[in-house]
């Protein structure tokens, strides 16, 4: 008799514990915020510097997405390093930016003796629409991009000069 007992008054208290109370005024409840944002930029020299592309606004930008073991990058660097050349006092700045190890860079750098500005890429190529290297894209001076080239290409090429001066 005892165990009928308990066993009605346990049934009685979980009825009654879940039974809706409805005087109670619900309140929605509140959206979570992160009140703290993590400070982490797109680019950063090879001394660990951040750098964004913002920086070099009121200059063209041409930015060249490379790695170490992609031959068609390796083999247009001596063409974008004459380009560079040829488009000093035409407001240009050449990024290299690869997704490597600043040390890998940095070993790449003084192994071959490219005169370019190599930097560390710390995003993900598919946030940029790169599926394939080399990609190129080139920003005018308030920032916009205004072209894209992908794969290897002869970079100190008149035509390729023309097209990159005519960048507004």
């Not at 165990?3 to 346990?10: A, D, G, K, Q, S």
């Not at 509140?30 to 070099?56: C, F, Q």
């Not at 073991?69 to 488009?87: G, S």
Request: hydrophobic residues 40%; negative net charge; proline residues 3%.
């Amino acid at each position: 008799m005892h165990l009928r007992t308990l066993i009605f008054l346990i049934t009685v208290m979980v009825v009654i514990g879940c039974k809706e109370d409805k005087t109670k005024k619900v309140e929605p409840e509140k959206k979570k915020t992160v009140t703290e944002k993590v400070a982490s930029s797109t680019y950063e020299d090879l001394e660990g510097n951040p750098i964004e592309l913002s920086d070099y606004k009121g200059k063209r930008v041409l930015v060249n997405y490379w790695a170490t073991w992609c031959r068609p990058c390796i083999e247009e660097m001596p063409d974008m390093e004459k380009a560079q050349a040829i488009l000093a006092d035409d407001n240009y700045v050449f990024l290299f930016a690869s997704d490597q190890s600043v040390e890998k860079i940095n070993k790449f750098k003084e192994a071959r003796g490219f005169q370019l500005d190599f930097i560390k890429f710390n995003g993900v190529y598919a946030e940029e629409n790169v599926s394939a290297l080399p990609a190129t894209f080139i920003y005018n001076e308030v920032g916009e991009q205004v072209a894209r080239f992908d794969g290897g290409l002869k970079w100190d090429s008149a035509e390729m000069i023309e097209k990159l001066r005519a960048v507004q």
